[in-house]
């Protein structure tokens, strides 16, 4: 009786994950919205509706993007950097012409390819812990995007920034690309190969490499589509600011994606979790974010609650994992050196 | 003849590696300026080096038992803005606020530690969370920019020593500090408490089958590093004085030193020594780019090549002797 159950039962559990999240979600706008109510302001209203879909997109892109890394049990220090050099590619490469914005495009996502190829290959072929790895690479463009750029460069045609600008109604453009490039990264990761290798290689590398798994070839494509989507953050950066600017990588943005991603229910130490997920965790985050402005709570306050929500958040998915979770080595990187 | 070939193994496996690099840096800047090891140059350098070696002592610990400390570098700031807030000037209230200090490391390890194995909260996540915590939360109380400033007596060790002592002329605080710390560390590394969190590291459940306490000896190692950040803070208080930015970004640095040192991340692999030299390799490695007149900008990327290069050759020794058990390992 029991054991006929077994199958039934561990595929709700998989799908409340998920449910959970967004009942986190749900959980955070019904409070959020009640506080800002007893201050006598609305968390609904337009502007701040807007001022809430305007800060997930941003965070959006770098999110998704980390998750593949962070479902293949590797990780991305670098996107931080790649936003910023690519928001300096787009706007060099454009300088004001409208005719070279799809130039400009295929610049960044070249580029940054080919930085997530550069990670991918340092981890896979060269046996670098991808921590080091990629906060080796951030470190390389850091001092790059220093020397080069001393202030912001290169010039954003009109057309272009409409990309950080225009709304429908009160959705940003940005979000609903970025809405879009998650639905593609869901349906990568549920219906294609590669989608499901990401998983077997963060479940357990060894059994994924014995299953005929070319193990390498899925941890670079996870790296390369990370570093794209980080370009296409950059992008968004250059519509946005109007100019490219190496400035963007002070704001740490890699760490507030690291996050959204681990309060979206993937796990640090990968296998599990998805884009969906991550999209709902981006979206706390953004609510918490609008909830604290519209409160005029202390920029310094929100840092301090922000990291008391994502540890409180990460325990008490450690709390629903704990069986399954505790019995696995915590950071078992031995096995990727081959 | 065999004796060469094991000091030739010793020196090629991925511990011996960073004493290479370290005297390759050190002939480096030998090249370019032999004043520097006059004894006056060479003290100033090992004292500013004084406190990354320590962190990395501290960062050490917590690596080999298989965790990370991402909040070391918001800790020597927030330790470095108590102290000038607290202290205010008056020489009386050094040693009670250093009280407050150590007390206040040893809070923010204690914390880190149960979140991670009470909780079950990954260390990255545990650390990254209180180095968020930390940050805004000393700027809330200081309203942005640190106040106060600190006592003669608190700035003695990060910038005094003992004076008059031949050839090297001046035998700096912080350097016997160093010495001191590291000498505890080692030896602390070889007691019952050492090789349990090595093992700890190495295998946790092997660990804990085998009647360890796993737990307790991480949590015990997040709190040498939060009081290891706290000496650090004081050493680097007093050297450089009090500003916002005191520690920021210290936390990578700390790592890519203790990883430069062949300490495996994920525990269980590598020795305190080889940690703190790579901290020291790391300092030498600033000093040259000081005197090749480096511009300052292009620091990161040499240093991240250098980092990427140097684990990667740790990488390639390491995986030679783990794929002798052939039957665990089919290609």
């Known amino acids: 009786m029991t054991r006929r159950l077994s199958p039934a039962a561990l595929s709700s559990t998989t799908l409340s994950s998920t449910v959970l999240i967004y009942l986190a979600l749900a959980g955070v706008l019904v409070i959020g919205g009640a506080a800002v109510a007893t201050g006598g302001g609305n968390l609904f209203a337009t502007a701040n509706l807007v001022d809430m879909f305007t800060r997930t997109s941003l965070t959006g892109f770098l999110a998704i993007g980390m998750t593949l890394v962070i479902l293949c049990r590797s990780l991305d220090l670098s996107v931080g950097y790649v936003a910023a050099l690519s928001s300096l590619v787009a706007a060099t490469t454009m300088d004001g012409d409208v005719g070279r914005i799809p130039l400009a495009i295929g610049a960044v996502l070249l580029v940054s390819g080919l930085i997530g190829g550069a990670n991918g290959v340092f981890v896979t072929v060269l046996g670098v812990n991808p921590f080091i790895a990629t906060l080796g690479t951030g470190l390389i463009l850091k001092g790059y995007l220093d020397t080069e750029y001393k202030g912001p460069a290169g010039d954003v045609p009109a057309v272009f920034q409409q990309f950080g600008y225009t709304r429908i109604a009160f959705i940003p453009i940005s979000t609903v690309v970025m809405l879009a490039v998650a639905a593609a990264a869901i349906w990568f990761l549920r219906s294609t190969r590669t989608g499901h290798h990401m998983y077997a290689v963060g479940g357990d590398l060894d059994v994924a490499r014995m299953s005929g798994i070319r193990t390498g070839r899925v941890l670079i494509a996870a790296h390369v589509l990370c570093a794209m989507c980080a370009g296409v953050a950059g992008l968004l950066l250059a519509a946005r600011f109007g100019t490219g600017s190496a400035e963007a990588y002070t704001n740490l943005y890699e760490l507030d994606a690291i996050a959204a991603v681990v309060l979206g229910g993937t796990l640090l130490l990968g296998g599990k979790g998805g884009v969906a997920g991550t999209v709902a965790g981006v979206a706390i985050l953004a609510v918490l974010d609008t909830v604290f402005n519209v409160m005029q709570i202390d920029p310094f306050a929100k840092d301090v609650l922000r990291g008391a929500v994502i540890i409180a958040a990460v325990a008490i998915y450690a709390r629903r994992q704990l069986d399954r979770t505790a019995r696995r080595p915590r950071f078992a990187l031995e096995g990727r050196a081959s | ?331």
Do not use: C
């Open chain 2, 1 to 331: 003849m065999t004796r060469l070939r094991a000091l030739a193994g010793r020196l090629t496996n991925p511990t011996g590696t960073v004493f290479i690099l370290l005297a390759l840096i050190l002939a480096g800047i030998f090249v370019k300026n032999a004043d520097f090891f006059a004894g006056p140059s060479l003290m100033a350098f090992l004292k500013q080096a004084a406190p990354l070696v320590i962190l990395a002592a501290g960062q050490y610990f917590v690596i080999v038992s298989g965790n990370f400390d991402l909040s070391v570098g918001a800790l020597v700031g927030a330790q470095v803005v108590i102290a000038a807030r607290l202290i205010d000037g008056e020489e009386s209230r050094t040693l009670p606020v250093l009280a407050v200090m150590l007390f206040f490391g040893l809070a923010v390890g204690l914390v880190n530690g149960l979140i991670t194995t009470a909780l079950k909260v990954q260390s990255f996540i545990t650390t990254l969370g209180m180095l968020l915590v930390l940050y805004g939360a000393i700027r809330l109380w200081t309203g942005g920019a640190p106040t106060g400033s600190l006592s003669e007596a608190f700035r003695t060790p990060g910038r005094l020593g003992i004076e008059g002592v031949p050839i090297l002329g001046q035998l700096p605080w912080a350097l016997l500090i160093m010495l001191a710390l590291g000498a505890g560390a080692i030896v602390l590394m070889r007691t019952r408490f050492g090789r349990i969190l090595m093992a700890s590291g190495d295998n946790d459940r092997a660990a804990a089958l085998s009647g360890a306490r796993v737990d307790t000896v991480r949590t015990a190692a997040f709190v040498l590093s939060g009081l290891s950040a706290t000496v650090a803070g004081v050493l680097i208080g007093g050297f450089a004085g009090v500003s916002a930015q005191v520690g920021e970004g210290l936390e990578f640095t700390v790592i890519t030193a203790v990883v430069l040192g062949g300490v495996v991340l994920g525990g269980g692999r590598g020795t305190v020594i080889a940690a703190m030299a790579g901290a020291l390799a790391i300092e030498a490695l600033f000093t040259l780019f000081n005197q090749l007149a480096l511009p300052a900008t292009l620091r990161p990327t040499v240093q991240g090549a250098i980092i990427i290069a140097a684990v990667a050759y740790a990488a390639r020794q390491r995986t030679r002797p783990a794929a002798t058990p052939a039957t665990v390992t089919p290609s």
